[in-house]
């Protein structure tokens, strides 16, 4: 797939989780949870620490998300993201878009290994759909 066809095949989910999402409209976690909300899309941040991020009820996990989210925007530190994607693969998230920053390659290497559409190429959710700061 091209890196195109790949970004449609992960922009089909009915709804999308934020995987690092903040509380700070400052932070990219914020940034790409506003971006779908712009979008008209439906989203589901996930912050164990949070109960809720632009009014939106948060999940404390992965493993909370409802099923019909199979797409995962992940802001994480790499580190982080090589530590949530097993558990991603396991909840059966299908399409994982790794932001600038949050890559991690033994995350790349076993999303590929088990045939997930990941998308870690420097490719940002903020400049393909679009995002305005208000």
């Known amino acids: 797939?091209?890196?195109q066809q790949q970004i449609e095949?992960?922009?089909?989910?009915?709804?999308?989780?934020?995987i690092g999402a903040s509380t700070n409209r400052q932070k990219y976690g914020n940034?790409?949870?506003r971006c779908y909300q712009q979008n008209g899309r439906k989203v589901v941040p996930v912050n164990p620490n949070e109960a809720a991020i632009e009014g939106i009820p948060c999940v404390a996990a992965i493993s909370d998300l409802p099923q019909e989210v199979v797409s995962i925007?992940?802001?994480?530190?790499p580190a982080v993201t090589a530590k949530l994607v097993p558990q991603a693969l396991e909840k059966g998230i299908r399409n994982i878009w790794?932001?600038?920053g949050a890559e991690h390659p033994d995350a790349v290497a076993l999303c590929l290994a088990q045939g997930v559409n990941v998308i870690a190429d420097g490719s940002c959710l903020l400049v393909v759909m679009g995002f305005h700061e208000h």
Request: aromatic share 8%.
């Open 98 to 100: 790794m932001q600038p």
């Open 73 to 77: 925007s992940m802001i994480t530190p």
């Open 1 to 3: 797939m091209t890196i």
């Open 9 to 18: 095949k992960f922009l089909e989910s009915p709804a999308f989780g934020v």
């Open 31 to 33: 940034r790409v949870l």
